[in-house]
């Protein structure tokens, strides 16, 4: 049974700093891209970032990029984003998820993703 258990979620001050993780089983981890996405109240889901299975490339989304940083362990099945110089409107539930379909520019797309994970919740105040 493919499992995704996230982790690391909590209350910080704009400006501070949180390190997400994602804890894979059930399949073989290092084969396959893990993407980050968020979802605040009332919004889509949205696509923070992926990194592919092997080689470790990364992609972020614009609003993102250069504050928070993925990379993974394969020995320890984990992904992990962290993420610096938050702001309020970082507040969402974040999510980690599978796809099983490689890799593309498709990455910040949910419905291409096959298994996620139960989410974990990050507060940004102001």
């Known amino acids: 049974e493919v499992q995704l258990v996230e982790s690391g979620g909590g209350l910080v001050q704009a400006g501070g700093s949180l390190r997400l993780s994602c804890a894979a089983s059930g399949f073989t981890f290092d084969d396959y891209a893990i993407g980050w996405f968020r979802q605040a109240p009332g919004k889509e889901r949205e696509g923070v970032s992926c990194?592919?299975?092997?080689?470790?490339?990364?992609v972020y989304s614009n609003s993102v990029k250069g504050r928070f940083a993925i990379f993974r362990d394969n020995a320890k099945n984990t992904v992990y984003m962290e993420m610096t110089r938050l702001k309020p409107e970082d507040t969402a539930v974040y999510y980690c998820a599978v796809t099983l379909r490689g890799w593309g520019p498709w990455w910040s797309t949910p419905r291409r993703y096959d298994y996620w994970g139960q989410g974990t919740q990050v507060t940004v105040s102001p």
């Open positions: 990194i592919s299975s092997s080689d470790d490339r990364t």
